[in-house]
């Protein structure tokens, strides 16, 4: 079983940045994508960005491409989610997903973490 762990989140102005961290435990493989989710009040969850172990793809949610950016730790099973130019319409939970996809797929995820919130103020 694989275990998530979210931190990172709160509450910045429109225009901000903010950095989420996610480390996965347990039992990892050696071939895995990790992603970040997003859930906002009265709407449904909806995919963000999603690296694979190996860095070499990603993916991104049209509305945050050139705003946001995954990225791998230098340890393994721990990616980051750098978000700039934030926007009140980003405000949600965003949880971290681990899959054993090589693919950054959008769905089909495993494993997910608790969550962290992350509001911003207009």
């Known amino acids: 079983q694989v275990q998530l762990v979210e931190s990172g989140g709160g509450l910045v102005q429109a225009g901000g940045s903010l950095r989420l961290s996610c480390a996965a435990s347990?039992?990892?493989?050696?071939?895995?994508?990790m992603g970040w989710f997003r859930q906002a009040p009265g709407k449904e969850r909806e995919f963000v960005a999603a690296i694979s172990g190996s860095g070499i793809t990603q993916n991104y949610e049209p509305s945050v491409t050139g705003r946001f950016t995954i990225s791998n730790g230098n340890a393994k099973n721990t990616i980051y989610l750098q978000m700039d130019s934030l926007k009140p319409e980003d405000t949600a939970v965003y949880r971290c997903?681990?899959?054993?996809?090589?693919?950054?797929?959008?769905?089909?995820?495993?494993?997910w973490g608790q969550g962290v919130q992350v509001t911003v103020s207009s």
């Open positions: 997903a681990y899959s054993r996809l090589s693919s950054a797929p959008t769905t089909g995820y495993i494993a």
């Open positions: 347990g039992r990892t493989f050696s071939i895995y994508s």
